[in-house]
Nanobody, 124 residues
Framework: QVQLVESGGGLVQAGGSLRLSCAAS????????LGWFRQAPGKEREFVAQ????????LYADSVKGRFTIFRDIGKNTVSLQMNSLKPEDTAVYYC?????????????????WGQGTQVTVSS
């Protein structure tokens, strides 16, 4: 079993920055993928970014490329999402999730384990 706990959400003005963290515990392997998804009110959950637990592979949604960075903090066993140049349309509940499938995974159904979510609100 894997447990994921997100932290770091909050309220920020447009153009500002936030860092989200996802702490993982339980059985994890270097081949696992850790992804971030988000869901805004009335919208479907969408892929944001993914990293291999080994840190060797990253993938981003086009909407966040160049603004968001996903990285692994090996010492803390966490995966973080640094979000810069935030826009009001980035407002959503952000979830971290773990997949045991290889390759780039952008579909929520490929992820078996999910955190509880953290709210990010960007004001204009």
């Amino acid at each position: 079993q894997v447990q994921l706990v997100e932290s770091g959400g909050g309220l920020v003005q447009a153009g500002g920055s936030l860092r989200l963290s996802c702490a993982a515990s339980g059985r994890t392997f270097s081949s696992d993928g850790l992804g971030w998804f988000r869901q805004a009110p009335g919208k479907e959950r969408e892929f944001v970014a993914q990293i291999r637990w080994s840190g060797t592979y990253t993938l981003y949604a086009d909407s966040v490329k160049g603004r968001f960075t996903i990285f692994r903090d090996i010492g803390k066993n966490t995966v973080s999402l640094q979000m810069n140049s935030l826009k009001p349309e980035d407002t959503a509940v952000y979830y971290c999730a773990l997949t045991q499938f290889s390759g780039g995974r952008t579909k929520s159904y490929d992820y078996a384990y999910w955190g509880q979510g953290t709210q990010v609100t960007v004001s204009s």
